[in-house]
């Protein structure tokens, strides 16, 4: 396999991963709604991935190659997740929070390595589109940090 060739497979391994967190995301805002500044953010979030996803298929095929239809083990990853964190539960929200946090990590560490390939092979415009990318994971990363300390607050109160 070339190195152009490994990239176009991480960039695959990272669209099955925004096409499996926006699902997650999905549920996730539904468990949210009574809580309006993290349903909204969540609904941003769910928006922002699936921009995320289209801008690496265009990275895809920028590069010749094609999106594959195979689930990836991020996919696979994310999914299990989504299963451990969401059963019906009074600290729902600290699960999903904690799954959440955990998954735009796991993102920001890939778009990193994604980034770092495609400079290596001089692919500057795919990078600074992954880039883009990486900034808004960043952000919801942060925005959970920030609420995630009253998320626990709230349901030891209800305990």
């Known amino acids: 396999m070339s190195s152009r060739e490994q990239l176009i497979t991480?960039?695959?391994d990272a669209y099955a991963?925004?096409?499996?967190?926006?699902?997650?995301?999905?549920?996730?805002a539904k468990d949210a709604e009574d809580h309006?500044?993290?349903?909204a953010r969540i609904m941003r979030?769910?928006?922002?991935?699936?921009?995320?996803?289209?801008t690496v298929r265009g990275c895809i095929d920028a590069l010749g190659g094609s999106v594959s239809g195979a689930k990836s083990a991020f996919a696979s990853?994310?999914?299990?997740?989504?299963?451990?964190?969401?059963?019906p539960a009074?600290?729902?929200?600290?699960?999903?929070?904690?799954a959440d946090f955990a998954a735009e990590?796991?993102?920001?560490?890939s778009y990193k390595a994604l980034i770092q390939a495609a400079r290596s092979l001089g692919e500057e415009e795919i990078a600074r589109k992954l880039t883009g990318i990486l900034r808004q994971e960043e952000d919801m990363a942060a925005f959970l940090e920030?609420?995630?300390?009253d998320a626990v607050s709230e349901t030891l109160a209800h305990a």
């Open 45 to 54: 979030h769910i928006d922002e991935t699936r921009e995320q996803a289209e």
């Open 17 to 28: 991963m925004e096409s499996a967190l926006e699902e997650v995301l999905e549920r996730h």
């Open 36 to 39: 309006p500044e993290v349903h």
């Open 90 to 98: 009074g600290d729902t929200l600290v699960k999903n929070g904690l």
């Open 105 to 109: 990590h796991f993102e920001i560490a």
């Open 146 to 149: 920030e609420k995630l300390p």
């Open 10 to 12: 991480w960039l695959n």
């Open 77 to 87: 990853f994310f999914g299990s997740m989504q299963g451990m964190a969401n059963k």
